[in-house]
């Protein structure tokens, strides 16, 4: 079936303005409103989107507005503005009712917010309003997570640093910034979010903070690299773990592809060297070798 509306023949004042029109009915019709049952949490630069575009397709996934709706890290205010924005970007009890009643469907939704798994105030924002939420961490040798998302900031202009000298001077510019977050929970750390290259990939750290309000069963964590290897696998675990039937996606494009140059042998073997202490202790802590050191 083609496109009902071909947006390049609508006036771009009038698409502008229906965009507005269903934008302001969600806001209205916010309080019947279903809550995700699961949120992909992170890691940034771990395969999040590539697995939250692939369960979108599953006739059971109803569509968030968005994929990183960045509610409770708050980086656009709108944690906030208080829940009912954030039940505004979600199907309604009536799609559900009607998927189930009419498709015969129990229909399931999240969303994906790859900076949740970092931020220090998520989890207990999160445990406060949806405790038994599913929750999926995606966790990507640090090596690679942090050379990758240091060229995904030079792609967007957030970064003109060399990768050395960036990593030479994140303590610096992460200087108080935790403190300023856990201080005030309306701040919003740009240098937290953007220049964490070292500090993201220390996962058992983060685990932890999510563990002291979260059961461990409540949350899938997915080795990187197994997805990338093996996507149907690791799709029937996922799906299975937020009680989706088995299903296939169509295609596995890969999103959010970065194309760069390969990493210096030196800088790659100083952070094997700091990230391997590190990496230590999260097998140690979950019982499990991701075989990131190897």
Known sequence: MGKLIDKSRVPPLLWQGAREAVRLCRFLTAPVR??????????QRA???????YARQHPCIGRSFGKELHFFDNLDGSYHKGIMWYRAHFPSHLYKYYARKVRGLDMIT???????????LVARRISRVLPTVKLIAMLRNPVDRAYSHYHH?????????????ALDQERERLDGELEKILRD???????????????????VNQLKNWFSVFAREQMLIIKSEDFYADRLGVMRTFLEFIGAPAWEPTG????????YSK???????RLAEYFRPHNQRLYEYLGRDFGWDE
């Open 110 to 120: 999240g969303e994906a917010s790859p900076y949740y798994l970092f931020h220090p």
């Open 34 to 43: 279903v809550m995700p049952d699961f949120i992909i949490i992170g890691a």
């Open 263 to 269: 990493l210096d042998p030196t800088m790659k073997a």
């Open 252 to 259: 596995y494009k890969q999103y959010n592809l970065g194309g």
């Open 185 to 203: 929970g309306r701040y919003r750390g740009h240098n937290h979010q953007h220049y964490s290259y070292l500090a993201r990939g220390v996962y």
């Open 47 to 53: 395969g999040t989107t590539s697995l939250f575009h």
């Open 153 to 165: 900031n030079v792609k967007y202009g957030l970064e003109t640093l060399s990768f050395e000298e």
